[in-house]
C-alpha cells in the first residue's frame, strides 16, 4: 500500500519561500513507472496541477507557475519537495502530493493547509 505524507509549515508570510516535503511510503521515487506530482487547491477552488517529478529527476511545471516555484528530491529519503518562491496571500492552499500512474492520479497525501500572511 502506498502512502504520501506532507510536511511543512501551515502559516508563512508574504515575500518568503514555502517549503514542503512528501514522503513516500510503499513505493519507490526513482520507480519508472511512476510520476510525482503536487497539486494544490485554493479556497473557493478547484485542483491545480503545479508539476511532477519523474524516475530519472526531470521535471514538468505548469507553464504558468514554473517561474514561481521549484521542486527537489532526496532519494536517500524517498522523498521530494516543493519550492515555492516570493508567496503572496494567492498562495494559501491545500497542497497535496501524489502519485501519478499510467495517467491517474492513484495515490494522495492527505494534504496540507498552507495559509501565507500578507
Known amino acids: 500500500q502506498v502512502q504520501l505524507q506532507e510536511s511543512g509549515p501551515d502559516l508563512v508570510k508574504s515575500s518568503q519561500t514555502l517549503s514542503l516535503t512528501c514522503t513516500v511510503f510503499?513505493?519507490?521515487?526513482?520507480?519508472?513507472?511512476?510520476?510525482w506530482t503536487w497539486i494544490r487547491q485554493a479556497p473557493g477552488k478547484g485542483l491545480e496541477w503545479m508539476g511532477s517529478?519523474?524516475?530519472?529527476?526531470?521535471?514538468s511545471y505548469s507553464p504558468s507557475l514554473k517561474s514561481h516555484f521549484t521542486m527537489s528530491r532526496d532519494t536517500s529519503k524517498n522523498q521530494f519537495s516543493l519550492h515555492v518562491t516570493s508567496v503572496t496571500p494567492q498562495d494559501t492552499a491545500v497542497y497535496y502530493c501524489?502519485?501519478?500512474?499510467?495517467?491517474?492520479?492513484?495515490?494522495w497525501g492527505q494534504g496540507t493547509q498552507v495559509t501565507v500572511s500578507s
Open positions: 501524489v502519485r501519478e500512474r499510467e495517467a491517474a492520479l492513484d495515490y
Open positions: 510503499g513505493g519507490s521515487i526513482t520507480s519508472n513507472v511512476d510520476y
Open positions: 517529478l519523474a524516475y530519472d529527476g526531470s521535471y
